[in-house]
């Protein structure tokens, strides 16, 4: 067949290849416009995607405000849920989201989707007076209004966020103290860290919270914004991706070995990561010797579900990645720290 | 004085398209995201282990050059062969359903690798990959002495769609964090982390191109026609046997290296075609190193033009070639 043949049948491009290709770039220029999804660890837990941190719990919408305590109270954010029923009002939830683990009689409550896709008839069928959202769920919450159910849109944001949204969720729910209460014990539970750690030689870390498994191929890592970043830095690390002012990122080979972590902390879900598979994939990175952190043996993989919820136990979180920076400080220092 | 024969006339572009793969091979680990010393790159005096540069040079750069060349002319003379076999120039590595093979079995790895014995991302794609092969193979092969390339093109998109509506069933029941990893495996992704992915597919994309090598006179028969290739003298059912199964398995170890980059595949042999006409013994060999550098080409594109931030490369396949296979196609008529 001659060239020109061949010619002449090209030209009917294929159309379904047009598609794909501008599938992908639409899509990647969403991932890039939006910063990706609200960081792929939070992600995980069902948060949404992040918004603008200036309308931290927005005004409670739908049915007007009669000054109540709300009693059917339902959930679709983990991380809301944790704060509800930590300020003690966790017996007036009647239905949560799908990713919700914590606390444990979360399992007896009804699950009721979560960002993409929330059960409304059901939500609807269990009376509620109040509808904790995403604030990315416009259309639900339009569709609450319609139905006459005050809703409470949650926006993501950094560390500071969870205290704020607390006092916030307290006054809707009409527990202003004990909302008072809880965020002041995790600020001082965050501050005990932050003291901790104060004068000591910051490490250089990385913070990834997603990867191939098996290899180092599709690294994902915490960048400059967000909660999880924040943590690193409060517990007395050096983010290495700090001045990438997103979320989170898919980190090269390259870009890993030029950043120099002095140490990696990987976090996953708690399902499937059994100790033998946490040692297997700790090995994983063996491949790059010249890493600091390989090199002195400074790889910690944590399976929690815990690390991926900006909650009440944020403390926590920054109490273990303090313990994995600065072992030495909390051995001497805060005896009282558990 | 003699006119010179199309082929003779056609080796000289080979011997260019060589040039550039080989140029591009050594030159792009020289370019990158980060200032490295080239010095400390080739110093003796530093033990490897404590050699950040010769690393970045050695675990990150070279082996992505390497695995860009060689899924590039991989699926560069896959394609070509496709073309060849189904005598359909729209024909490519990824239109039998060997890629959306591959892809099942890596979204099945990447959603439930944590709980299945899965093997790893690459192996699950090969396995992907290798069911679809005999899949396909089997309804060609089921009711003709020989392929029947209406049923094998037939066969193969029918199975492209049922694996991706599997794809879609797997994305739909895993979360956020899964599905987003999954979509960023189907846009291409070279940074291979050292050789082992590159090793693994290595022996399957040898003997795939050894076959080839055979195959470009059998190519050419085919283009006239089964039965005109059989009056020639050519076993027409071995020879199409020999391509379906050398074509999958190229595909399948290049899609294992670097996911299902596109572009490559069908754009490469008709770029190459303009030039040097149809015969496969100068269109296999002109693509598998044009694609090659191609790809190398454009994989330095992806790492250094958003930096620190990383591309998909098969978005760049896309937005750099296009263009210019257009430009051509217009430049020549």
Known sequence: MSATNWLGRVRAINPRRLRRVVGLAALLLTAMTVGSPRTIAQARAGEGPSGNVDSVGAAPRGRPDTGARPTRIISLVPSVTEMIFAMGAGPNVVGVSSYDHYPPEVATRPRLGALVDPDFERILTLHPDLVLVYGSQEDLVRRLDAAHIASFSYQNGGLDNVTTTIRRLGERLRRPADAERLAASIEADLDRVRQAVTGLARPRTALIFGREGGSLRGLYASAGVGFLHDLVELAGGDDVFGDIRRENLQVSTEMLLARRPDVVIEIHASEGWTPTRLAEERRVWDVLPALPAVRTGHVYLLADDSLSIPGPRVAGIAEQFARLLHPDAFRRATPQAH | ?333
Not at chain 2, 126 to 150: F, I, M, P, Q, W
Not at chain 2, 180 to 202: E, H, K, P, Q
């Open chain 2, 1 to 333: 004085m003699t006119a010179r024969s199309p082929l003779t006339r056609g080796i000289p572009v080979v011997l260019l398209c060589f040039a550039l793969m080989v140029a591009a091979i050594v030159f792009a680990p020289f370019i990158g995201s980060t200032d490295i010393s080239f010095g400390a790159v080739f110093s003796r005096r530093i033990p490897f282990a404590d050699n950040i540069d010769a690393q970045i040079f050695f675990l990150a750069r070279l082996p992505r050059a390497l695995a860009a060349a060689l899924v590039g002319g991989t699926l560069a003379a896959a394609g070509a062969v496709f073309q060849g076999l189904l005598r359909n120039p729209l024909a490519e590595p990824y239109t039998l359903g060997i890629s959306a093979g591959a892809s099942l079995g890596a979204m099945v790895a990447i959603t439930f690798g944590a709980m299945l014995p899965t093997g790893g991302v690459a192996t699950a794609g090969l396995a992907g990959a290798g069911l679809a092969v005999l899949v396909v193979y089997a309804l060609a092969n089921a009711r003709h002495r020989g392929l029947s390339t209406t049923v094998l093109l037939l066969s193969g998109v029918t199975l492209n769609a049922f694996f991706w509506a599997l794809i879609l069933l797997v994305q739909y029941s895993s979360d956020f964090a899964e599905t987003y990893r999954a979509l960023r495996w189907l846009m291409g992704d070279l940074d291979v982390v050292g050789y082992s992915s590159i090793v693994t597919a290595l022996p399957l994309i040898v003997i795939a191109f050894v076959a080839f090598a055979w195959l470009a006179r059998p190519l050419n028969l085919l283009s006239l026609g089964a039965e005109a290739a059989g009056a020639r003298g050519l076993n027409v059912a071995r020879a199409q046997r020999v391509a379906f199964f050398s074509g999958s398995i190229a595909t399948a170890g290049a899609v294992s290296i670097g996911g299902p980059i596109g572009f490559v595949g069908i754009i490469v042999p008709h770029l190459i075609r303009l030039v040097v006409g149809a015969d496969h013994r100068l269109v296999l060999p002109a693509s598998a190193c044009f694609g090659a550098a191609f790809l190398v080409a454009c994989d330095v594109v992806a790492r250094t033009v958003a930096a620190p931030l990383d591309l998909p490369v098969g978005i760049i396949t896309a937005l750099a070639g296009g263009p210019f296979f257009l430009w051509l196609l217009l430049r020549r008529r």
